[in-house]
Every structure is written in structure tokens, then in C-alpha cells.
């Protein structure tokens, strides 16, 4: 649950993310950094639409093969990510300062009638962002979302040797019943309160916020990259230029 404390914590981390330069090669400093205090995980709209194909398409057939219970080829993702519905289902994401999608989320809403208050949730986390908990904080992010939608059941559909994903749903209070390399949790969800209704207000308007402040540091930065490429060339000429 968030305060104000974590609030004015987490706006000074991401202050402090805006002054560090975003070098090639530096996942292996962040992958050490801690884990923050507040992930800023946004909900994605359609203009997110490529970035989510990069981020799936990113993955190793295994992971694809956990993540959609086959071994998805390229042209079954990019049909899956053509057919999201941005308006009926909810898509989150968690960027990194390259603005990089390292993680993200699909709660799909059940629509056949009579299905209204079903919902199921899907998740992929780049491998070298895992175990900071990205995955259970979306979970934690989308069952929130799902609780404020009315959604009174939330489904997870899991191969069994699927560790992680079984950790996140059983540590969530999720039923989980094994039917072979299968797995299905489920998670009863509460009634929505002004509290879960508020939360997810402000964590929506802070990973608003960290995403704009992103976008604005990587502009920033090849803004210094260019002036910094455009005064070597120019050191270049006058050092070729004879006396
Ligand atoms: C499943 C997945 C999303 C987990 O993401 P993650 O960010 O690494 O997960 P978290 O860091 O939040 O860890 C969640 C829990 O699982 C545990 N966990 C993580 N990796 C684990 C592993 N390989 N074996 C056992 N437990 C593991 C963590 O310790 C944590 O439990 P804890 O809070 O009790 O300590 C990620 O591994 C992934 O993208 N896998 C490929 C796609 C996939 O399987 N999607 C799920 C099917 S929809």
C-alpha cells in the first residue's frame, strides 16, 4: 500500500535516475541496484502497441512457451499483440530509462455473458530484470485494477513447472489446482474500496510522471550526445586543417 513517505521517497529516486546518464552496458549495474521502494508500472495504450511486440518477441522460446503455454512462433505474437483491445482489457508495463518495456502485463476480461466478473492475468519480465519483484508487483497491480473494475475472480493459467508464476499467485492467496504440466489458480478478489480505489489513482498519476520524466532525460541526454558529437567533429576539422 502506498504513503506518503514511499511517495516522496520514490519521487527522489526517480530525481536521481534523471541525473545518471544512460550508458551502453550498465543492465549489470542496475541488475545489482536495489529494489525500489515504488515500481512505476503504467497502464499501456494503443501507441504501445510496437514496444509490447519488441518486449515479446525479446523472449527465448522457453519463456515464450511459459508465457503463452506453446512454443509461440514470431507471427503467433505479433497476431496476439495486433488483437490486444486496448478499450475491453488492461494492459500495464514497467520502462526502464532507455524506455526499453522490461516488463508488462495483459489482465484480459472474460466477455462471454454471464463471465462479467472473470478476468485472466498474464505476465512476462525480461530475464535480466527478474527476481526484483516486477512480477508480483504486477500482479498486485492488476488485482488491484481488477478489484476497482468489479472482478470478483482472477485467473492464472500456468504450466506446472511454472515456479515463479505458482510463487506469485500462492503468495496473492490464489487456490492453485495442478491437472498435470498444467496448472490453474485462482484468486477471489474483494469488493473495491475507497482506499483501492485511491492507490491505484496515485500509483497510476506517479508511473505517468516517471514515464514523462523517462522520455524528457533520454531526450536530454542524445541532446548532449549530438552537442558532444557535433564539438569532436569540429576539434576533427581544425586539427586537419594545415596552419
Ligand atoms: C514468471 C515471471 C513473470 C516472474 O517474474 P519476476 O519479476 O522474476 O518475479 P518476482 O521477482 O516478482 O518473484 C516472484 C516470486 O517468485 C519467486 N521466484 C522467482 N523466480 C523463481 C524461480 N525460478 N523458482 C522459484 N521461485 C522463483 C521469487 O522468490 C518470488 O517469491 P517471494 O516473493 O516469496 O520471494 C518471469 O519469470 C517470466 O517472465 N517468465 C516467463 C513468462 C512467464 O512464465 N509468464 C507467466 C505465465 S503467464
Known amino acids: 500500500m502506498l504513503d506518503a513517505t514511499n511517495i516522496i521517497k520514490a519521487s527522489l529516486e526517480v530525481g536521481r535516475e534523471f541525473l545518471r546518464p544512460p550508458h551502453e552496458g550498465d543492465d549489470t549495474a542496475e541488475k545489482v541496484r536495489a529494489i525500489p521502494l515504488l ?12 514496444r509490447i511486440a519488441s518486449h515479446l518477441l525479446s523472449l527465448e522460446p522457453h519463456d515464450r512457451y511459459l508465457r503463452f503455454g506453446y512454443m509461440a512462433q514470431d507471427e503467433q505474437i505479433l497476431r496476439y499483440v ?8 488492461e494492459i500495464f508495463g514497467i520502462y526502464n530509462r532507455k524506455l526499453e518495456l522490461i516488463a508488462m502485463a495483459h489482465l484480459a476480461y472474460a466477455s462471454p455473458a454471464g463471465h462479467d466478473a472473470c478476468a485472466e492475468f498474464g505476465v512476462s519480465v525480461v530475464p535480466a530484470a527478474r527476481g526484483r519483484g516486477y512480477g508480483a508487483r504486477l500482479f498486485e497491480r492488476a488485482a488491484m485494477h481488477a478489484t476497482n473494475d468489479g472482478v470478483s475472480l482472477l485467473f492464472i493459467h500456468a504450466l506446472s513447472e511454472n515456479a515463479a508464476m505458482l510463487k506469485i499467485a500462492r503468495n496473492a492467496g490464489a487456490r492453485v489446482e ?3 504440466t498444467e496448472s490453474e489458480a485462482f484468486l477471489h478478489l474483494p469488493q473495491a474500496t475507497l482506499d483501492s480505489q485511491v492507490t491505484e489513482l496515485i500509483e497510476e498519476q506517479v508511473a505517468q510522471t516517471d514515464y514523462r520524466i523517462k522520455v524528457q532525460a533520454k531526450q536530454f541526454w542524445s541532446f548532449l550526445a549530438d552537442l558532444q558529437n557535433i564539438r569532436r567533429d569540429a576539434i576533427d576539422a581544425q586539427a586537419r586543417t594545415p596552419p
Open 82 to 89: 495486433d488483437g490486444l483491445d486496448f478499450d475491453r482489457d
Open 178 to 180: 495442478r491437472d498435470g
Open 39 to 50: 515500481v512505476p508500472i503504467r497502464s499501456l495504450g494503443v501507441n504501445h502497441r510496437t
